[in-house]
């Protein structure tokens, strides 16, 4: 079932993307890492043609200019077959020529060529550690342009933002629970590279912290880097994110 309500009421705060869907029978998620991110108001190509497609199908069932999509100023998501094969959307044949809308979770097929794409979404949580009130206020901005969200709960977030590597309370909190620790130039990267994702379009190793060395520290272990250390918390909050 499609995720209409999350479309309808969050839409604003939606990037939306499309994913290679898997096979019934692969391991690992319905959908894989999104092939591209749309970017509100602009349109976007899908064919054969490696001239002029945003979305490269090489194979000879697919139209050199098979479909555009289009993301209007309101944020909803279109697609348009401009096809001799044919579109289908949710196994039903698109119109020629015609725009139509999309929602979260159609599934997008391009003549007879054997591959599903997912209409999916993208929403970058992150959290931040470190920044005085004016660089919060431009690191919402970005975070804002790429269509993600900040958050103060770091069990939440995917990323946290920060410009050099110190022992906070965030910090702790976020290499105990494995979440990504990034330079604030993560951000900036990821609205360069906002239109199309190739599925990570921002490396982490060319973000990194100052003073701060991920491969020391083996992703499995983090969790009990602080095992048998005691802590002393000031605040009610702090320690009931940890409990």
Known sequence: QKDTQHTNTHRDL?????????????????VEEPLIVFRRGASYVLGRNQEVSDIVMNHLKVSRHHCTFYVDAENQLFVEDVS????????????????????????LNFGIFDVT???????????LSGFDNEEKANLHQTVSFCGGLITEDVEECEYLI???FQVTFKVILALVLNKKIVHPSFLDCLKEKKVCCHPT????????????????IPEGSRSM???DWTFLFV??????QFV
Request: aromatic share 4%; hydrophobic share 35%.
């Open 162 to 164: 920060v410009k050099s």
């Open 84 to 107: 001799s094969v044919g579109t289908h959307l949710n196994e039903a044949r698109l119109p020629k020529g015609k725009r139509v809308p999309l929602a979260l979770g159609d599934a």
């Open 201 to 216: 379009p921002c490396h982490l190793a060319n973000h990194v912290p100052t003073d701060y060395s991920p491969s020391s």
């Open 235 to 240: 605040q009610e909050k702090q320690l009931s």
């Open 14 to 30: 939606i990037m939306w993307s499309l994913a290679q869907s898997r096979a019934k029978d692969e391991p690992g998620p319905h």
């Open 225 to 227: 880097l602080f095992r």
């Open 117 to 127: 794409l997912v209409v999916s979404k993208v929403v970058y949580k992150v959290c």
